[in-house]
């Protein structure tokens, strides 16, 4: 089961960190990331991190603004968001999966939490 949370309404420019509680099965072999939905707008990869080891990913779109890091004896792993745009407000979802190259297959979501950038 994944908890995301950590979600909520900011101005531009702010900071924001969501997280992503994993429980109830160990995802030591997997990689969690983070996708995002805008409104009209397909679900999209935003970052991702290997469990074991601790590779990570971050889409291009928010390269050098987001980072994602995980506790590993909170199995949970967080998003952090820093110089928000309105064009990142969208529902975050936190997914567990397989690897695949960047990115992740994700097998497992967690529910959505809103983060919405105001102008």
């Known amino acids: 089961q994944l908890q995301a949370s950590g979600g909520g309404l900011v101005q531009a420019g702010a900071a924001l960190r969501v997280s992503c509680a994993a429980s109830?099965?160990?995802?030591?072999?997997?990689?969690m990331g983070w996708f995002r939905q805008a409104p009209e707008k397909e679900r999209e990869f935003v970052g991702a991190i290997r469990w074991s080891g601790g590779t990570t990913y971050i889409a291009d779109s928010v390269k050098g603004r987001f980072t994602i890091s995980r506790d590993n004896a909170k199995n949970t792993v967080y998003l952090q968001m820093n110089s928000l745009k309105p064009e990142d407000t969208a529902v975050y979802y936190c997914?567990?999966?397989?690897?695949?190259?960047?990115?992740?297959?994700?097998?497992?979501w967690g529910q959505g939490t809103l983060v919405t950038v105001s102008s």
């Open positions: 997914a567990a999966g397989p690897p695949l190259g960047n990115s992740l297959i994700p097998t497992y």
């Open positions: 109830g099965r160990t995802f030591s072999s997997y990689a």
